[in-house]
């Protein structure tokens, strides 16, 4: 079974500075999904970035970017000119393309802090 | 974008009671529904997937007779917990997968708060 790694509970920035959170992961399978997502005070998921195993190119989304590192199985998030508004937990996430194996496997979160 | 909806957001039930909760797919069908839990501080922990017109494929560990998943119709699931107890107050937040091709997204509810007393 895949298994997602969020080795840092807490983590903080001060405003504009850039971040960086980290996940490992396990799986044996060759081609997969993996995401970010933030969750705020409000508790609703909203989807930060996405990236497919088989693209070696690596996911931006404005501010937000990822390093995949395939062969180490690592998917750090790269927020650059933190905001207030990124304050939140970021959940790192696995999807298997296995057909009818469609469940996200979640990390155990890292809680963002952003310093005025 | 796609819009996920749950009814209702928060609920304050009795113990021994019964509580029936919505998610809606407002914008789009979705083949395959997700149900989660999070307790404070938690990640989401999977309960279960439905999938339209078909019984629910529960993790390990989560009771289906507790936890009754019906998937009636391509925009709808509900969960309802039976005989509640304190100990399944916790945060539940449904997710949807669209019908469409090989779409790699689930989009999320907003979650609903369950306090039993």
């Known amino acids: 079974a895949q298994t997602v790694t969020q080795s840092q509970p807490e983590m903080s920035v001060q405003e504009a500075e850039t971040v960086t959170l980290s996940c490992t992961y396990d799986?044996?399978?060759?081609?997969?999904?993996l995401f970010w997502y933030k969750q705020p005070p409000s508790r609703q998921m909203i989807l930060v970035i996405r990236?497919?195993?088989?693209?070696?190119q690596n996911a931006t989304e404005n501010r937000f970017s990822v390093n995949f590192q395939k062969a180490a199985k690592s998917f750090s998030l790269k927020i650059s000119d933190s905001q207030l508004g990124d304050a939140a937990m970021y959940f790192c996430?696995?999807?298997?393309?296995?057909?009818?194996?469609?469940?996200?496997?979640f990390g155990q979160g890292t809680r963002l802090t952003i310093n005025p | 974008g796609a819009v996920v909806s749950q009814h209702p957001s928060w609920v304050i039930c009795k113990s021994g009671t019964s509580v029936k909760i919505e998610c809606r797919s407002l914008?789009?069908?979705?083949?395959?529904m997700f149900w989660y839990r999070q307790f404070p501080k938690q990640s989401l922990m999977l309960m279960a997937t439905?999938?339209?017109?078909?019984?629910?494929?529960?993790e390990q560990g989560v009771e289906k007779d507790k936890f009754l998943i019906n998937h009636a119709s391509l925009t709808l699931s509900t969960l309802t917990v039976t005989s509640a107890h304190p100990e399944d107050s916790s945060f539940y937040i449904c997710?949807?997968?669209?019908?469409?091709?090989?779409?790699?997204?689930?989009?999320f509810g907003p979650g609903t708060r369950l306090t039993v007393t």
């Open positions: 997710s949807a997968r669209d019908l469409v091709g090989l779409a790699t997204e689930q989009y």
């Open positions: 996430a696995y999807r298997s393309l296995i057909q009818g194996a469609q469940k996200l496997v």
């Open positions: 799986t044996s399978e060759s081609d997969y999904y």
């Open positions: 990236q497919e195993a088989y693209k070696q």
């Open positions: 439905s999938n339209e017109g078909s019984k629910a494929t529960y």
């Open positions: 914008d789009f069908q979705a083949t395959t």
